[in-house]
Every structure is written in structure tokens, then in C-alpha cells.
């Protein structure tokens, strides 16, 4: 079975938008918006939204959410078996928190949002900081007009599926890295993991997406190799940062002094091969044995270039206003930050009156000028294959021609957005398991031409 998921062909399928399709693609897929009577064009509006508020970074994008969002979904449901362990608004939870578990991510640590004092910091008292702004960037968005996902939900779900999403993003906060780690080997030793008990289901939940979000080197060497240069990027900028701001250099952020490989060697060991290795012993899959392998395959090949300096592409550090900028569109003290969410409850929109000046929506994203790259190719042999360098344009919905899930007298919009024609791959690489029988019905891909029907 193939589970290599290029999700930079996905975001060429879908102009850019991998995290939109591929949210729509799982929430069907699964039955939860049958199941949960969710309104299909609130699920499109919310998802787009979400995908619009990640920002044009080299690692923290929407490409990284929609790999960790089919990373937990190979993670957990790809086994029969272990799928049917969870309920649906578990399995809702799951998805919905994967795709926003970072989004707005700033490209800069919590580290540095505590060290320079942010007011995002002191909102959160130094705690999870950015978790909890991402978690809750997510029920921001669900404020604004017509994205309100949970809408129809009765008060007890809703208190419940927000009380595992938030579980699930705050989860990825290394900080506690070890904590869960540790609460999942103590339970397997003690033989006293009981999937019927609802903590127990949460405890694995949260290892499901730390697993996906530290994925990268569980992947071919090819992906492996392309997402550890694109953190890297992101940590040297950080490193550009943190010394501007007469801040102590972070640890493997000092673009002069860091030697890549032994960074990746050093993350493979400490926090990826003990994370991995507790997932596999309480999932041991036909995936979860590749990544281990893949894991193992990866350490040789950093472990084979630690000396050779001309296997690394050259990183160049970003023109200076970049690192001038504010991390966040809303500055100030965190009771501006506050009164803004208080008059986004009384407005029942953004609250957000200030330009939009960081999010992957081309005109007006400051940190991406002109179409190019805020931080520029990272060397003239490695091609960082492009992201959203264009205002986002809409998939092309068309809900007469959509056959892959909508059912004949569906009245609804068609719920997963059309690519066209060519998707036979893509559904293969989402659905590895059903993609013979995803394989029938699939809508088209739009012609590459300009001609083609639907795009703007
Ligand atoms: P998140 O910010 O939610 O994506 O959390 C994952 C964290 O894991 C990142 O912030 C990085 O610090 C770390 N990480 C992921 N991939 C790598 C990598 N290839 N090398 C070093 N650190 C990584
Ligand atoms: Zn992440």
C-alpha cells in the first residue's frame, strides 16, 4: 500500500488550497456532515477561512496543517480496527484541530514570544502561547458570518468537541512533549490502555497529532530532506530576530553557526524516535512501521552528510524590513487584545479593523511582496516548491458535475470542492485504503489553460 502523500501536488490540484480540499474531502469521507447535520457551505466558508489565516511562511502554511491533518488520519483511522474506536465527534475533533492546530502561526517560537514579552504572551501567562492563540484563532474565525461549524450543534457537544479541539492543539506545545509521551508508556506497561474509556481515547488523540506534527522525518528522504530545510529557513529567521532584538541567539537558529544534519539528528533522537516508538506500541500498523523505518532511513542519511557542508542548500537571510515587522496585525497591550475579541462578540465579525497584513491573501500581504517569497529561495539548487503567491483563488465549484460524494437527489452544494480531472492520484494519495472505490465518480480537473471553467 502507497501512504506517501505529496501534499505540494494537492496544493497544485487545488490552487493552493490543500487544507480546504483536503478538510472537505475527510468530513464527507468520514460521514460527519450527514451525520452531524453540518451545513455544507459553512463547512467551505469555515475551512477556507482557516486556510486563508495560515500565512506564507516556509514551514508553518497551510500545506504543513493539511499534512498533519492526513498524518492523523493515516494515524489513526487508516487500521479498520482502530477507527472504530472512536466516536464521530472525536473523529470531527481530530480533523478540525489538525488543520488549525497552527494557524496564524507568526514563524517565531513561543520561546521568543516570552523572551521579547509579546502581549500574546502575557495574555496567556507565558503558557502554550501560541497554542492557545491558534486554538483560538479557530473559534475566532467560527464568529464571523456563515462559518459557525457548530452551529446546529446541541450546547453539550459544542462544550465537548471544543474541549477536545483545544485538547488537541495544546497538545503540540513541545513544552510537554514528554508528559504525554510518559502517560502513554506507563498505560501500555501497565496493559491498562482501554480504548472504551473516553480519557484513554483522548490520551491518544493527543499522541496522534503530536505524532503527525513531528511527521517529517517519517516520511520518504525526499519530503524529509525538502520539510526539515523549510523549518530550517523559518529557525534562521527567528535567529535574524532574536539578534536584532539583542535577544540570546536560540539554539540551531544561528544561521552561521548551526550544522543542519546534527540538527536533525538531534531531533530525530531525542523527540521523534521515543514519540514514535510509544505510538507503535500502542498502534502497530503497516503505516506506523514505515514511518519507523523511514525514521531510521532518514538518521543515516543526516548521519551520512554530517561533514559534508556542499549537501546543504545555502540559506539567505531575508531583507531586513521583513524582520522589522510586527508578528501580529493587532499590536499592543493584551487588553487590546482582549477588547478586540469582546468587540468581535458584540459585531459578530473579525473585530479586526486593521489591515490584513500578514495572511496568504496576496494584495496587501506584506510579507509577500511582488509574488516572491518572503525569504527568498534557499539556495539556487533547491527549488521550494511555491506556495499561495497569488491573491487565494476560489476552487471551482460546480455542484451539478461534483459525483464523488454527493448523492444524486442531493439538494446541497456539493460538499467536496471540484478539482477536475485528473484526481485519480490525489484521492489515492488522501484515501491510500478505499482510493479503488474513491477511484469512480471523480470529478475533473480544470483544463491548465486560462480557459478553464470555474477558475477566476
Ligand atoms: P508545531 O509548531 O506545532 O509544528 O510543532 C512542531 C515543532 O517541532 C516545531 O515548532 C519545531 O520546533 C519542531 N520540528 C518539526 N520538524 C522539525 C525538524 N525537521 N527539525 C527540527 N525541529 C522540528
Ligand atoms: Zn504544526
Known sequence: MDFEFDVFRLGELTHGQPLYYLSMHLLQYY??????????????AFFREVEANYRNLSYHNSYHAADVLQTVNL???????????????????????????????????????????????????????LEYHHASKAFEIMQKPGTNIFAKFPNDQKREIRKQMINMVVATDMSQHFTYINKLKSKISAAALKLQEAPDRALVLDMAIKCADLNNPAKSLEACKLWAFRIMEEFFQQGDRERLNGLNVSMFMDR????????????????????FESWSQCIATDFTRLCMKNIALNRSHWESILDKPDAIPTFHPPDAHILEQELFATTGSPATLKKKLISMQKTGGSGDTSP??????????????????????????FQKPSLRS????????????????????????????????????VVEMINPIKASALGRNLPELPKSDSSSDGAP
Open 31 to 44: 460521514g460527519l456532515i450527514e451525520h452531524f447535520n453540518i451545513d455544507v457551505d459553512v463547512a467551505k
Open 356 to 381: 490584513d497584513t500578514f495572511r496568504q491573501r496576496g494584495k496587501g500581504n506584506s510579507l509577500n511582496t511582488k509574488g516572491k517569497s518572503p525569504v527568498g529561495p534557499i539556495s539556487k539548487n
Open 256 to 275: 552561521k553557526e548551526t550544522n543542519i544534519p546534527k540538527c536533525q539528528i538531534g531531533f530525530i533522537d531525542i523527540l521523534v524516535t521515543p514519540l
Open 390 to 425: 497569488e491573491p487565494s483563488r476560489p476552487i471551482p465549484e460546480d455542484g451539478s458535475r461534483n459525483t464523488l460524494f454527493a448523492k444524486p437527489d442531493n439538494k446541497q452544494s456539493a460538499v467536496t470542492p471540484r478539482m477536475g480531472r485528473r484526481t485519480s492520484g
Open 75 to 129: 494515524l489513526l483511522l487508516s487500521d479498520p480496527q482502530m477507527a472504530q474506536n472512536f466516536t464521530k465527534l472525536e473523529i470531527l475533533a481530530a480533523c478540525i484541530a489538525s488543520a488549525v492546530h497552527d494557524v496564524d502561526h507568526p514563524g517565531v517560537n513561543n520561546n521568543y514570544l516570552i523572551q521579547s514579552s509579546h502581549p500574546l504572551a502575557i495574555l496567556y501567562n507565558d503558557l502554550s502561547v
